[in-house]
């Protein structure tokens, strides 16, 4: 099935934020990608052909703070953040080929965390979460940068998070939808206990497919773990939309693999 690109401006505000439609020839259910901390819509934009090819309208974008807005990388928040996230959910749900009970959420690290909010504010029926990170609630308006000035988020991850006192697990936790949650075995900056707790506070999810890629790093920075990743996310998105797991396209050739998602979530 062939897919097309279409570039387009997000509004957000006052100001604008690039983004990528990936759509196939006629209506189908929508996946929108949030990339990390760092990152870009570069490195997501070979899955999303991929997964447009399995009969999906896909939207790659660009952060604030990111790619052609770099400028504003140390003052941006996750406030700001999140009304990026709002903005490019609504231009894909408002697609005229674009199902908006048919929307699936795709996020790795930070782009994640901004994930699990959004299922608290739009309308979400599958929800895929790679490696997600968690931030305390207090400071949600400053610079998203000072939040790694100590070690208080790095001990905040390895404690006991109450969900109550979280808002991305408390969106997770009212969530009814499909959850996908994918943990790197060799993860240095999200550890074992964030995912424990996205875990436990998916209860009410319609289905759970919990998986652990062996040899993984954070960023997915071998080929191998990458074309995993996408197999088993392709996998995933096709049994839930479709009832059955739909044949994969040929692997990506090297000069189009998706680019290692290098963040400091």
Known sequence: MPAYDEIVEIEVGDKHIAGTLVRPAHRLPGVLFVHGWGGSQAQYLTRARGIAALGC???TFDLSGHAATQRQFATVSR???LRDVM???DLLARHPAVDPAAIALVGSSYGGYL???LTSLRPVRWLALRVPALYQDTGWEVPKLQLHKDDSLRNYRRSHIDPAGNRALQACAAFKGDVLLVESEFDDL???PV???YVETCAKA???TYRVMKGADHGLTDERSQRAYTELLMGWLGEMMFGKREPLPPPPVLAEAPEPERSTP
Do not use: Q, R
Request: hydrophobic share 55%; net charge negative.
């Open 57 to 59: 309208l896909c939207l």
């Open 79 to 81: 406030e700001i953040n």
């Open 87 to 89: 903005a490019a959910y």
């Open 115 to 117: 994930a699990s909010i």
């Open 190 to 192: 999200i550890p074992h």
């Open 195 to 197: 995912i424990a707790a």
């Open 206 to 208: 319609h289905s759970l």
